[in-house]
């Protein structure tokens, strides 16, 4: 969805951002989300950044005034632990329902998760590179071929 479409632009040589503000309801209020996109954009333009560069942002579902600012922040280590429901349509033909919970492992101050939770829009820097550094340095030292 809207990382897909910053990562596409950065492929690109577009440097982008993909904003998301936390409430999926039809009545959520996008005040906020407006006003931190607006600044935060202002803040890449006047700033040169990487043509490849990809900022994950997401803002808290709460009024624009208890947003307490802005945080650089890293993406904390967590996952969904998926479910799945099995439900039966009006016709009697099953299908599943995929639910779950986010379980966050990450309890450090410098995560997205955490400026979430106390009501900052996060914004964490991505890249393309998902090579495990450590783990390929490692390897290179302790397999033999």
């Known amino acids: 969805g809207t990382m897909s479409a910053a990562v596409e632009a950065a492929i690109e040589s577009?440097?982008?951002?993909?904003?998301?503000?936390?409430d999926h309801s039809v009545e959520a209020d996008f005040t906020g989300a407006r006003?931190?996109?607006?600044?935060?954009?202002?803040?890449?333009?006047?700033?040169?950044?990487?043509?490849?560069?990809?900022?994950?942002v997401n803002i808290p579902a709460v009024?624009?005034?208890l947003i307490k600012g802005v945080r650089i922040c890293k993406q904390a280590y967590a996952k969904y632990?998926?479910?799945?429901?099995?439900?039966?349509?009006?016709?009697?033909?099953?299908?599943?329902?995929?639910?779950?919970?986010?379980?966050?492992?990450d309890k450090g101050r410098d995560s997205d998760v955490w400026?979430?939770?106390h009501n900052y829009?996060?914004?964490?820097?991505v890249q393309f590179d998902l090579t495990n550094y450590e783990l390929k340095s490692k390897l290179e030292k302790s397999w033999k071929f």
């Open 14 to 22: 577009i440097p982008s951002a993909g904003f998301s503000l936390l």
């Open 35 to 56: 006003k931190y996109a607006r600044l935060i954009v202002q803040q890449m333009l006047a700033t040169r950044l990487d043509k490849h560069t990809v900022l994950n």
């Open 63 to 65: 009024p624009t005034e």
């Open 81 to 105: 632990e998926e479910d799945f429901i099995e439900r039966s349509d009006p016709t009697g033909k099953k299908y599943f329902w995929l639910t779950g919970d986010f379980v966050n492992f």
């Open 115 to 117: 400026a979430l939770e």
């Open 121 to 125: 829009v996060s914004v964490v820097p």
